[in-house]
């Protein structure tokens, strides 16, 4: 893998316009290598091409844009191939027959009116709507076919297993499922490897690199090592690409919170875990005392609640008013006591340092947020330009 860093490294400084410009920069140690922002990317977006591509031959792409900003990319037809053939790779570890299967694939694109759409051998389901008449129309497809596998977030397809299971439908048609782009509790795992009856499995990455780590059988996340290289900074994740040539990235901080160790697995992979996946470097907690904390904590947690009182918390979201006043969203599997209240309480006030304020509110069911897209845990109502 040193060897495959160094080649991108002075692939990079000959052909990429960016890094020729500033060579200096890096023509030096790897660790002393600068740290890569989305605002360079932004800003710079075409000196990040390579030379090497005719312009013909580029595809654009674009982030999520989940921290509000999303980005440019482009990638050619070889490498996107050869992207969706390390995932299957990884797919065919559990699934041996995967590729010749249909992949129903949650989406959450505007540019899809429908809330079900059949794009080549893809089927496309809206993770927007997810009310009972479009469950129902999910599971009509899901019926429908003979062998097919699931890939989405969790939050979504947990809905999806959630309706089938109170419907007493059963997906015999469904051999996989890939949970991607969210943190995923304990029991919204056990109820969708409960209904599919399936392997269930975890996957991170980004648009900017794809396919960053896959969980192995023991459900630890290894790290695609002749693919990326990852680094942990200050809590933070650093990604370089190692055979990503189009639009390479050295020292990129992608914006996820995470650890990285060197494997001990017992299924044999010998790339490196990354551990302690967090949400965006975007998602702090601001306390009264100057204090910064990772959201994370908010996750361990609910993770330390369920591990008290039998899983109970099914879905939660948190948002932050003001330094001190927080309000909890919660989806539970039985009734919300007293007592777990109490323990909610004395758990944020010992992850702040400080008295805590904490409403609860408790729901049927948490949606997607339309706007980004996404579901996200954490939400900061705090001033940001403090």
Known sequence: ???????????????????????????????????????????????FITNEVLPG?????????????????????????????????????????????????????????????????????????????????????????????????????YKLAKFMSAKQIIPTSIKYIELVGELVIKNQRELIESVFGCPVRSYYGSREFNCIAYECAHGNLHIANNHVFVEAQQGELVISALDQYTMPFLRYRLGDNGSVHPSDCRCGDQGSMITDLGGRTTDYIYTSKGRVINDIGLYLIILDMNAGFDNAIIQFQIVQYSYNKFLFRLVLADTFNDQM???????????????????????????IDRASKKFKYFISELDQNR
Request: glycine share 2%.
């Open 341 to 367: 209240r109490r323990l909610i309480i004395a758990k944020m006030d010992a992850l702040l340092g400080e008295p805590t304020e904490c409403a609860f509110e408790i729901l049927d069911d948490i949606v």
């Open 57 to 157: 031959q580029l595809i654009e792409e674009h982030t999520s844009g989940s921290t509000g900003k999303p980005l440019l990319l482009y990638k050619t037809k070889f490498e996107l191939l050869r992207q969706e053939a390390l995932l299957y790779k990884h797919r065919k570890k559990f699934v041996a027959s995967i590729d010749q299967m249909i992949p129903i694939k949650f989406f959450a694109a505007n540019f899809f009116s429908e809330i079900v759409c059949y794009n080549n051998k893809t089927i496309n389901i809206s993770c927007l709507n997810l009310e009972d008449a479009s469950l129902s129309e999910y599971c009509k497809v899901i019926l429908s076919l003979e062998n097919a596998w699931v890939a989405g977030p969790p939050s979504a397809i």
């Open 1 to 47: 893998m040193q060897s495959k860093l160094l080649n991108m490294i002075n692939y990079c400084i000959e052909n990429v316009p960016y890094y020729r410009n500033r060579k200096d920069a890096y023509a030096r140690d790897f660790d002393q290598l600068p740290l890569l922002e989305k605002a360079d990317v932004r800003q710079y977006n075409q000196d």
